[in-house]
């Protein structure tokens, strides 16, 4: 009796269990800036800002959600290339729309397919070269700004056409822009996908023990060159996207959207070892930075200053989710 007793005094209490939950600890912490934010600045948490920081959020979390199955593949997979591949996406859409609604489809698909293409590059590297994904993405990286001069000269060129900013920026349904709606969707594909499907229960297998899973008969080289292949599209997609909220494209783009897609996947309950969590976090964590750096701004913080506190961030996450890797390794 007092053994049974001893055992549900030490159990954890469900409300404390539920607010340990990556997603709930992510939402109170977009409440609390909310409120920290509107404290500084009054109208920081209206409507139209907090509109504005959803449809920010939507691009880096579309540059997240092929980060983030990256990263539950596991063997510490990461894609670093996803800036350059954002960067190039926007100057091929710009330059095949050029302006004009008929440009839309074949910049879509044409971006899309460049994307794919690379990740195609990433995969194989990582999977049959064997290079470890940090090295191949970042070399990748630097082939794509090398590209990117090229096809510039120098000189930003291209306009977005008038549908996709209207998509981006105005609203579509209920009140909300299209891009709003193009998250929700690619949320649920992701949840549908990784909950439901063959293929997602392959990701977490391989993630969790990738030689177990070899063993099992997994295609584990099939698999993970096919992440690196969605992580390359999902970033050519918010490629588009960020055309369609600029209006034009410039130069290196992309790149500010390499850390913090890494920041809100980890933020989103999903740790850099792979092999567990989900994308509905992790589109909390999107929305966790867009409104950490927009506090960030508002109290004049630079951008140096700002990725030094990105790069802070990660590295406190990365700290709090070894004790779990260390378990399971």
Known sequence: MTTTTQTQ?????PVLTFLKKPLVVALILIAALLLLGEALSPGFASGQQILRLLIVAALLGIVAAGQNLVILGGREGIDLSVGGVVSLS???????????????????????AAGAVIGLFNGLGVTLLRIPPLVMTLGM???LQGLLVVIRNGIPSGRAAPGLSQFVTQPFLLGLPGIIWLWVAIGLLLAFMLGRTVFGH????????????????????????????LSGAFAAVAGMCLIGYSGSSFANVGEQYMLPSIIAVVFGGTPLSGGKGGYTGTMAGAVLLVVLQSILTTVHIDESGRQMVFGATLLILMLFYGRGRAMRA
């Open 90 to 112: 926007a100057i091929i859409g710009g330059n095949l729309m050029n302006g004009a609604d008929a440009g839309i489809l074949p910049a879509i698909l044409g971006c899309i």
């Open 141 to 143: 990286l630097g082939v």
């Open 9 to 13: 005094a030490a159990a954890p209490s």
């Open 202 to 229: 392959r990701i977490y297998a391989i993630g969790s023990n990738e030689q177990a899973a070899f063993m099992a008969g997994v295609p584990v080289k099939r698999t993970r060159i096919a992440l690196f292949m």
